[in-house]
């Protein structure tokens, strides 16, 4: 099982790199499916928008700071 999580890992390095922020943190609320993606920690987003595909983008001072996908569990392709 361990080696199944590594491969699908692996998969998204060539994706990861492409990504301009040098750190990138994530969590996955379950309950809620929403998954929160930061590119910078502590975070404190002075704007927000939301997107027709049910994303919100968070900025601060006009820079991307998160993204917060919503119903992220029905974007997965099997």
Same mark, same amino acid.
Do not use: Q
């Given at each position: 099982?361990?080696?199944?999580?590594? +491969?699908?890992?692996?998969? =998204?390095?060539?994706?990861?790199?492409?990504? %301009? #922020?040098?750190?990138?943190?994530?969590?996955? &609320? +379950?309950?809620?499916?929403? =998954?929160?993606?930061?590119?910078?920690?502590? %975070? #404190?987003?002075?704007?927000?928008?939301?997107? &027709?595909?049910?994303?919100?983008?968070?900025?601060?001072?006009?820079?991307?700071?998160?993204?917060?996908?919503?119903?992220?569990?029905?974007?997965?392709?099997?």
């Amino acid at each position: 099982m361990a080696a199944v999580e590594v +491969k699908k890992i692996l998969g =998204l390095v060539p994706e990861l790199l492409e990504v %301009s #922020h040098p750190r990138i943190w994530t969590s996955y &609320d +379950k309950e809620a499916d929403v =998954l929160y993606i930061n590119f910078k920690k502590p %975070s #404190h987003a002075d704007d927000s928008e939301l997107t &027709d595909d049910d994303i919100i983008i968070r900025y601060e001072k006009g820079e991307i700071i998160g993204i917060t996908v919503l119903n992220a569990s029905k974007r997965v392709t099997k």
